[in-house]
């Protein structure tokens, strides 16, 4: 079996201090206690062809799965409340923050 199309590289985006401190703070006010952990995704995003145009970017991920089922991408996808208003305030306090 052969993949149909050739994977489109690019090189990852620099982990500026002033975007992970604001991270760490809104992470901070919207979990407390929760640690701040770069990883790299294994999965495909259009982050690449971003990074490629000379865009660089970082996605944010965590959210609580909705119990041991994943239901990402799906016909019902959801979250618990909580984890939506615990949202807003990451936003809040990210954009509020990265804004100045």
């Known amino acids: 079996m052969r993949q149909g199309y050739d ?3 690019s090189n990852a ?4 201090a002033d975007v992970m401190k604001a991270v ?4 901070a006010a919207s979990d407390p206690g929760a640690p701040v952990v770069p990883t790299q995704a294994a ?3 259009d982050g690449a062809v971003f990074r490629n145009a000379g865009i660089p ?3 944010r991920g965590g959210g609580v ?6 239901v990402a ?3 019902n996808e959801r979250i618990r409340v909580k984890e939506f208003y615990n949202g807003l305030v990451y936003w809040y306090v990210l954009i509020k923050a990265l804004a100045g």
Do not use: D, E, I
């Open 7 to 9: 994977p489109l590289v």
């Open 13 to 16: 985006s620099p982990m500026r």
């Open 24 to 27: 760490a703070k809104a992470v």
């Open 43 to 45: 999965y495909a995003t």
């Open 57 to 59: 970017n970082l996605r």
């Open 65 to 70: 799965r909705h119990g041991q089922r994943s």
């Open 73 to 75: 991408h799906g016909l």
